[in-house]
């Protein structure tokens, strides 16, 4: 669950929360860690997550932590099958699908936009730069 007053994304079976302010060091202590998939360190960290059930839906999730080590963003994506995301698997209608699902599950789960908070912004996008669909959520 998306919890639009405090921006905690419950993990379901981790006993976990993403959060505002979450620590990369809190992270990697978390049992969310040990389904880390793969890091990209580019100053920032983005940490890749198998999939993991919110609100009744499977996601692959991504972590971003800033250069101070808190994290800055989160990104959910609708897992459409039993894969991970490939370019193997990739076509360009499962994004755009996948896109209008993130939209039909926001509207069900958070309500009709706009998804602005106080702790930060929730937002749905397909980026065809990156061949991919998901829901980001950015922290201020």
Not at 119 to 139: E, Q
Request: glycine share 4%; with cysteine; charged share 25%.
């Amino acid at each position: 669950m998306i919890n639009i007053q405090n921006g905690f994304i419950e993990i379901a079976n981790k006993n976990f929360a993403i959060k505002k302010n979450l620590t990369e060091e809190e992270f990697i202590k978390s049992s969310l860690f040990s389904d880390v998939v793969n890091k990209d360190d580019y100053g920032y960290k983005r940490y890749f997550i198998k999939p993991q059930i919110i609100c009744n839906a499977k996601f692959v999730i991504s972590l971003i932590f800033n250069t101070d080590g808190v994290l800055y963003m989160t990104n959910l994506g609708l897992q459409m099958n039993d894969s991970l995301p490939s370019w193997e698997t990739w076509s360009e209608n499962d994004e755009i699908q996948k896109k209008e699902l993130n939209d039909k599950w926001l509207e069900k789960n958070v309500g009709k936009p706009p998804y602005t908070y106080p702790w930060g912004s929730i937002s749905s996008s397909y980026d065809p730069r990156s061949g991919s669909s998901s829901i980001t959520i950015v922290y201020k």
